[in-house]
């Protein structure tokens, strides 16, 4: 009884402490669970903004810096964008549904962001630089204002997940701006001399170079002038599993996924035509190549993508098609061709058949996640192949006449 008593003692003190714990928020349960009430709700608060000379571009400033006023002359944007750093963890895909806010000094946008083996952040924060218009339309007099933009995750069951190498997602993401002039009559622009903030769901930040951003189909020319992209579009992405010739008709078999995830939504139908722009090789030169692909099963489980290269033959390689980029309708489609290269290589060559023949080019991947048509093709060529042997072992063992054989058909024969 008395160890009874003891032990009964010694937890109702174990109780007591970790309710005192709970009371005074020491408790840290929540930050090694992972719990979702511990997600940063807020962006970084604005840190004061550090000039440059009015002839130097804003290189090395901070996006999350408050909003200044310069010279509509300074110079932005002078870094050249990537566009061929196609394994980059973090990519821009497409910048949408540009607006501004009636009776409000606020612009509001939408971008498609592409996260490659890197987590997926709750926030994002760039540097815009809005030129205001001008009535003497001289630079030298002009004004301009560096602009914090914040941009927050879409859909939040993405936040935090960790994509392995072979593996990517368009995420979307929901910004806003502004500015102390008339926004009506404004030019906005990415200014990618200024490094980018990403804010992860527990709060930390970290920057980024665009020096190690890659900028996808025409996400480059758009950050130019942000107020043209009022359109507000969808992102498919079309994962290739499967990718072969029928004469001179490329043929893609694969997986289509929308943005959003809900395929009941899509906007994309049978036997549309799809604009897509591939870098291939042409006179030694890697060019950008438009051929019309129409897409059918965009409600199967199974989508195809049939691109006509007959005006146009085609020699491109596998990490050349990876990410490249059409457009449906108002909406943005891409390849992904990551899961494909993982039973190949990224130097993997594909080239328009010459001639006018059946002749057939099959390209898959190399593990177990074959097509349900590769698979069928390689069980057919098994079966031949085996059918073929055992004709030939049959027609390899069949007997000669031996000698004993003829003297009992003499025999046979004397006998009638």
Not at 47 to 55: F, H, I, L, M, W
């Amino acid at each position: 009884m008395k160890m009874y008593k003891a032990i009964k003692k010694m937890k109702s003190i174990s109780e007591s402490r970790e309710k005192m714990r709970k009371l005074d928020g020491t408790d840290a349960s929540g930050d090694e669970s992972g719990d979702s009430d511990t997600t940063v709700q807020t962006t970084p608060a604005a840190e004061k903004y550090v000039e440059t000379p009015p002839n130097e571009s804003e290189n090395g400033g901070s996006a999350t810096a408050e909003n200044a006023m310069v010279p509509a002359s300074k110079p932005v944007a002078t870094k050249p964008k990537l566009t061929d750093k196609k394994n980059a963890p973090f990519q821009v895909n497409k910048f949408h549904g540009f607006k501004i806010k009636s009776g409000e000094k606020k612009v509001t946008f939408g971008a498609f962001f592409y996260f490659f083996g890197r987590p997926i952040v709750k926030f994002i924060i760039m540097r815009l630089r809005i030129t205001y218009n001008s009535r003497l339309r001289n630079l030298q007099t002009g004004e301009a204002e560096s602009a914090r933009t914040d941009c927050s995750i879409v859909d939040e069951t993405m936040l935090g997940k960790v994509l392995d190498k072979e593996e990517g997602a368009n995420v979307n993401y929901n910004c806003e701006a502004t500015g102390s002039g008339d926004l009506s009559k404004a030019n906005f622009t990415l200014n990618t001399d200024v490094p980018i903030t990403l804010v992860n769901a527990n709060g930390t930040t970290e920057s980024m170079s665009f020096d190690d951003v890659n900028f996808n189909g025409d996400s480059s020319e758009a950050s130019a002038s942000l107020q043209e992209n009022t359109q507000t579009v969808e992102f498919y992405t079309f994962k290739v599993l499967e990718i072969f010739f029928e004469k001179y008709i490329l043929v893609m078999n694969g997986e289509l996924s929308v943005a959003k995830r809900l395929l009941r939504y899509l906007t994309i139908n049978d036997g549309d035509t799809i604009p897509l722009n591939i870098k291939a090789e042409e006179n030694g030169k890697n060019v950008a190549k438009q051929y019309d692909c129409i897409i059918s099963g965009t409600k199967a489980t199974t989508t195809e993508l049939r691109c006509d290269t007959s005006k146009d033959p085609l020699k491109t390689t596998l990490g050349d098609m990876d990410m490249s980029f059409g457009t449906v309708g108002n909406d943005g489609f891409q390849i992904d061709m990551k899961e494909f290269i993982k039973g190949n290589s990224t130097d993997f060559e594909i080239e328009t058949p010459s001639g006018s023949g059946n002749s057939r080019y099959t390209y898959v991947k190399s593990s177990s996640g074959l097509s349900g048509g590769a698979i069928a093709g390689i069980v057919i060529a098994c079966v031949v192949a085996l059918a073929a042997a055992s004709i030939a072992a049959i027609m390899l063992r069949k007997p000669t006449p031996p000698v004993e054989n003829t003297t009992i058909v003499d025999l046979k024969t004397d006998n009638i």
